[in-house]
């Protein structure tokens, strides 16, 4: 009985929140006729589905344009992240400075600071440094998410990683840079995959900067592509919408849902001090 | 690296930090300290897309809001919003995360499904709930007349006080989950044994619960809750992409309404002034959400 | 092959003095034992020579060469720790070259001596394997190799036997002294087993808060303890202890005996037996002693081959050889002369 009733919150809770994108995946196939009368069940075909909205966001939109925006914005942003925040975060968890707490403590509080504040006087730098326009400036100015927040989850994991090995390696003949490079990188490698992961999918929801700083279609990404180009005025292309967005979404998910896990230790790990 | 005997900048362990942190340190003072030096500076001059040119112009922009009513609307839209989604978000997400603690099978698919809405980016998300709170087709209206408890149309988002429910609603529904992960880290970290022993001495499930558990997850709950008050704090997408703050700005919040006046409307200065007004409370919140940590180093 | 050598050596942690103005000398090749309870800088002394741990001041030497400055990778140490840091993600084979690849050796050469190592501990058939594929006494021997491999100056141990289960650590320990003495490497091994410590040290070094409290052999160390630290830390059940006229009288449980056993130069006391265990054959005998000095509770211990009968709550006469009595001062605790 217990049992039941746990399915049935679990079930619940589940349609409450994934609800909106089962009725988008939907919505995706209907034909417009179905689509715009008020009369048809919104929960099923009539008449019969139809993937031509599907394949028009393939061929009439700019949506794989966004898409290849996107991506490549999110590799390049991951990679600038790597390289600034796991030096800095081994700094923080290992080499043991007297500032380190402080210093964790100001890079976890910049995570808070939202581009809502900041994206003004952000536009105006990347006007200054003729970025306008152009997806580079999101390359530029997504780190400043991304960093801190991988500092904080890779520092983390980098205080799991046992002290002996890395002091093993520097007896054997390395140094401190050789042990960090040698055992230290390869040891944190599930960490560092997560924290890859994290900042992709936060590059690849932020919205208030590639609004603010881009609007070319072809610089487009997919956050701001699909609810600007997609809705015209008062024109809506309904179904393309609804699968330009669960095309997204659940990859996405996906993918999160693997590293959940280690997210949560993360996070935690971090807050624990050394 | 193995190179000479002697202590080179490999070895040594205040400088490497140094040189490991400074890359961070300058992108992080380039990009976010001077921005918001900037912002303010910004707040207290009269640049505009037109005329990019620096001059003082005193407090004459907050002046302009202060006279503004929907700078005043958007004020207490903001707090509004974030008050009630906190503590809706809270809630449901205690309750969310009890459920998803629990064992059971086919588990890994209802986290899937229940993660959705916070990995979806949020301007996506928003995507398909224009559609679920369309003023005539949406499907929230058809259940419902269906059921018979309206005839004809909600209009979810062109009705002043439906148009802030469905901004709230969509607020709480994203970040649940993401409240949820957090108090499951809390009620994960929670040693068995004090959960076994409150059983032992008798204790039923809603005195454990509030007795045991609750207190125990107390600082967890309260960086669930700071979190979720400051991404709806700050958050212009879900107004946006939804109402665009609404015909008669009935639905504007500080961000969205800081974008309409610095970027549509071009007028940066106002805009940044504006968007000042996000800082007190984010600082606010922010120190909270320390004390709240610190507590849980304690425990 | 070389001494290692530190001088005044003191470490400091913010308040916390962890070494506090130590100085030994170790003999070439020989086995020089750190012993003494956690927390006692036993361990930091040793990071301190490995060069894991910059000293506050003073210096460490090896092989007469003041060290202070190099980084622990030129210090031609080999160092196991006490979770024998294995490189999770390499094999055996792959730990065992990890310094000789480090030095630029080339590959074929590293793997030869590799091979070299790994037989003479007996794991050739485990190179190819990952360290979590292997149990405790493996892993230690695959440390052990790697520390071999290089052809150090010294080794440093770090408790390396209190990872393993109480059977192998007996003839892990008999194994490690007949290793170290067929390749003669000066080595500093760190315990806080004072059976370890005997067994395998050609001399301990007892250290308590930071300070060195005595080095020497071990039967030394145990005969003539330096204070009464070292008198209660040594030996099981420890020396006992009865004050008199602002001293200790300190004597070892084995060398109170029943009366009728005594030698010619005996002291005489009276012992309350309140309590007797048997371990191994032996008897400790419990209870309180008087004549000798204030009342004061002690243990004897008759090995097998004293057939005296003796029962709790009865009082028996023994005695003790006056030779084997040692004497503390009872403020500073230091060994003074007999009165």
């Known amino acids: ?274 | 690296m193995t190179g000479g005997a002697r202590r080179t900048l490999a070895d040594r362990e205040g400088a490497l930090a140094w040189l490991f942190m400074l890359p961070s340190v300058i992108y992080i003072l380039a990009l976010v300290a001077v921005p918001f030096a900037l912002a303010v500076a910004l707040a207290f001059s009269d640049v505009t897309v037109g005329d990019p040119s620096f001059d003082w112009a005193g407090w004459a922009n907050f002046a302009r809001n202060f006279d503004d009513p929907v700078f005043w609307r958007a004020l207490g839209n903001t707090f509004l919003f974030t008050a009630v989604s906190m503590l809706l978000i809270v809630v449901f997400g205690k309750i969310l995360a009890n459920i998803l603690v629990a064992d059971f099978r086919g588990k890994w698919l209802i986290r899937f499904l229940v993660l959705l809405p916070w990995t979806t980016p949020v301007a996506l998300s928003a995507v398909a709930w224009l559609w679920l709170l369309d003023s005539i087709y949406s499907p929230i209206d058809w259940v419902l007349r269906r059921i018979g408890l309206i005839e004809g149309n909600l209009n979810w988002l062109g009705e002043p006080t439906l148009e802030m429910v469905s901004v709230i609603a969509v607020h709480v529904w994203r970040l649940t989950p993401l409240a949820a992960v957090i108090v499951m880290a809390g009620l994960v970290a929670i040693p068995r044994e004090i959960e076994e022993a409150a059983r032992m001495d008798g204790a039923g499930f809603w005195r454990r619960m509030f007795e045991v558990t609750i207190p125990l997850t107390l600082p967890v709950i309260a960086v669930a809750a700071l979190f979720g008050a400051i991404l709806t704090f700050t958050d212009m997408t879900v107004v946006y992409v939804l109402t665009r703050g609404g015909a008669t700005h009935s639905s504007e919040v500080l961000a969205s309404w800081a974008y309409i006046r610095g970027i549509s409307g071009g007028d940066v200065a106002q805009g940044a002034s504006i968007a000042l007004f996000l800082f007190p409370l984010l600082l606010a919140a922010a120190i909270a959400i320390l004390r709240a940590v610190r507590r849980m180093e304690v425990t | 092959m070389s001494t290692v050598e530190v001088r005044d050596l003191v470490k400091h942690y913010d308040k916390v003095r962890a070494v506090d103005g130590v100085s030994l000398r170790s003999a070439d090749g020989e086995y020089l034992v750190l012993l003494g309870p956690s927390g006692c800088g036993k361990t930091t002394l040793l990071r301190t020579i490995a060069g894991l741990e910059q000293p506050t001041s003073g210096q460490v030497l090896i092989g007469d060469q003041v060290v202070n400055d190099l980084p622990p990778r030129a210090r031609k140490i080999a160092m196991v720790f006490q979770s024998y840091a294995l490189y999770p993600h390499k094999t055996v084979l792959a730990n065992i070259v990890f310094p000789l690849k480090a030095e630029g050796m080339d590959k074929r050469a590293r793997e030869e001596r590799a091979r070299w190592a790994a037989g003479l501990l007996g794991i050739e058939h485990l190179l190819d394997r990952k360290p979590r594929q292997l149990s405790g006494g493996e892993r230690q021997r695959v440390a052990l190799a790697r520390a071999l491999v290089r052809q150090p100056r010294v080794f440093l141990l770090d408790e390396p036997l209190s990872n393993l289960d109480a059977k192998l650590r007996a003839s892990a320990r008999d194994e490690l002294k007949r290793f170290q003495q067929e390749i003669g490497t000066t080595t500093i091994y760190v315990t806080h087993d004072q059976t370890e410590a005997m067994g395998l040290g050609d001399r301990i070094a007892v250290l308590e808060s930071g300070t060195l409290r005595q080095i020497g052999r071990p039967i030394e160390v145990y005969d003539d303890p330096a204070d009464t630290f070292v008198a209660t830390f040594i030996g099981s059940p420890p020396m006992n202890l009865v004050p008199r006229d602002g001293r200790l009288v300190g004597f070892r449980p084995e060398h109170l005996l029943p009366l009728e056993l005594g030698a010619e130069d005996r002291v005489t006391l009276k012992l309350d037996v309140d309590r007797i265990e048997y371990l191994s054959g032996d008897r400790h005998v419990y209870g309180t002693a008087t004549g000798l000095g204030e009342p004061t509770r002690v243990i004897a211990r008759l090995p097998a081959t004293v057939l005296t009968p003796i029962e709790p709550g009865r009082t028996y006469d023994f005695s003790i050889r006056g030779e084997k009595l040692r004497y503390f001062d009872a403020a500073t605790g230091r060994r003074t002369d007999p009165p």
């Open chain 1, 1 to 274: 009985m217990r049992r039941l009733a746990l399915y049935a919150a679990a079930v619940l809770c589940a349609l409450l929140c994934a609800g909106p994108f089962l009725w988008s995946m939907i919505t995706m196939f209907k034909l417009n006729r179905d689509l715009v009368d008020t009369t048809h069940n919104p929960f099923w075909f009539d008449p019969a589905p139809t993937a031509d909205h599907v394949r028009y966001l393939f061929t009439d939109t700019a949506y794989l344009t966004f898409v290849w925006n996107t991506l490549w914005v999110g590799g390049l942003v991951v990679l600038i992240t790597l390289a600034f925040a796991l030096p800095a975060a081994y700094a923080l968890a290992r080499l043991e400075r007297p500032w380190a707490g402080w210093m964790a403590v100001t890079i976890f509080m910049i995570y808070l600071i939202p581009p809502s504040l900041l994206f003004l006087s952000l536009s105006r730098m990347v006007v200054a440094l003729g970025l306008q326009d152009s997806t580079w400036s999101l390359v530029l100015v997504y780190p400043t998410m991304t960093i801190p927040v991988s500092v904080w989850l890779l520092m983390g994991f980098l205080k799991a990683i046992p002290k002996d090995v890395e002091e093993q390696a520097m007896v054997d003949g390395h140094s401190r840079l050789g042990a960090f490079v040698r055992t230290v990188i390869p040891l944190a490698f599930p960490g560092i995959v997560a924290v890859v992961v994290f900042a992709f999918t936060l590059t690849a929801s932020e919205f208030i900067y590639a609004l603010a700083f881009v609007s070319p279609t072809a610089e487009k990404v997919v956050s701001t592509g699909v609810p600007t180009e997609l809705i015209r005025g008062d024109v809506f292309y309904w179904q393309s919408l609804q699968a330009a967005s669960v095309l997204v979404a659940v990859p996405i998910a996906l993918v999160f849902n693997l590293f959940l896990d280690r997210f949560i230790t993360g996070f935690t790990m971090g807050a624990v001090k050394a």
